[in-house]
C-alpha cells in the first residue's frame, strides 16, 4: 500500500513538473525567426574572392549578411567592427564557420578589388559580394532588405539602405532578421549583445 501510494505521488510530481515547464515562457530569441526556414532564390553575384558567389557558397556555415558600399561614412564600419567583436563569442555556439556577408550596394564605384581590400581589413571571415543593379536588387529584395541611390549621378553621392542584419543557416536558408534600433539622433544599429544572445538560441535548436 505504501509503494502504491509512494509511486501515486510520484507520478503526480512529474506530471505537475511537466506542466509547470510548459506552462513557463520557454526562452525566445527577439529577432524574426522563420520557422521553418525560407528558400533563397536563385542569385549569382560577383565574390571579393575574384569567384563568382550563388546559393552554394552559402552552405555549411552560418552567415550574417548585411547591405552596404565602401564609400559609407558611418552604418557600414561601425556594423563590419562591431561583427568582428563578436564573431569569436558567436563562432563558440556553433560547430560549423561563421562569416559575414557585406553586399554591396553601390555597384558603380564597388568593384571587386575595391570590395576585397574592404572586407579584408576586417578579417578572413568577411567577404564582400556585388552585381550589377539588375542582379543585385532581386537578390537583395527577397532577402526582405532595400537600397536607394537618390543622386546616382552625383560625383559624392550617399546610398539608402537598410541597416538590418539577415541570418542564413547551414542549409543556405534564411533563418532569422536582426532589426536594428533606430534612436532619434544616433546611427541605426543591430544591437550585437541582442544579436549574440538570440544567436546562441538559434544554433541551439537547429543543431
Not at 575574384?50 to 564609400?71: C, I, P, R, V
Request: aromatic fraction near 10%; charged fraction near 20%.
Amino acid at each position: 500500500m505504501q509503494k502504491l501510494l509512494l509511486s501515486i505521488v510520484a507520478l503526480v510530481a512529474l506530471v505537475a513538473g511537466i506542466a509547470i515547464y510548459n506552462w513557463l515562457p520557454q526562452e525566445q530569441p527577439q529577432a524574426l525567426v522563420y520557422e521553418p526556414a525560407r528558400a533563397i532564390a536563385p542569385f549569382t553575384l560577383d565574390g571579393s574572392d575574384g569567384e563568382l558567389a550563388d546559393n552554394s557558397s552559402l552552405e555549411g556555415q552560418w552567415t550574417l549578411l548585411f547591405t552596404g558600399y565602401t564609400f559609407c561614412p558611418d552604418i557600414c564600419p561601425t556594423t563590419m567592427a562591431d561583427l568582428r567583436k563578436i564573431l569569436p563569442e558567436l563562432q563558440e555556439h556553433s560547430v560549423v564557420p561563421v562569416k559575414v556577408w557585406m553586399i554591396s550596394v553601390d555597384p558603380q564605384r564597388d568593384d571587386v578589388d575595391r570590395i576585397q581590400k574592404y572586407t579584408s581589413f576586417f578579417g578572413e571571415d568577411f567577404y564582400g559580394v556585388r552585381a550589377e543593379h539588375q542582379r543585385l536588387y532581386p537578390f537583395v529584395n527577397g532577402l526582405g532588405l532595400m537600397y536607394s541611390i537618390p543622386d546616382e549621378g552625383e560625383q559624392d553621392y550617399l546610398v539608402n539602405h537598410s541597416a538590418a542584419i539577415i541570418l542564413v543557416n547551414p542549409a543556405g536558408n534564411l533563418q532569422a532578421i536582426f532589426k536594428a534600433e533606430h534612436v532619434i539622433g544616433e546611427i541605426p544599429t543591430v544591437s550585437m549583445e541582442q544579436l549574440a544572445q538570440d544567436f546562441e538560441i538559434i544554433a541551439r535548436r537547429y543543431h
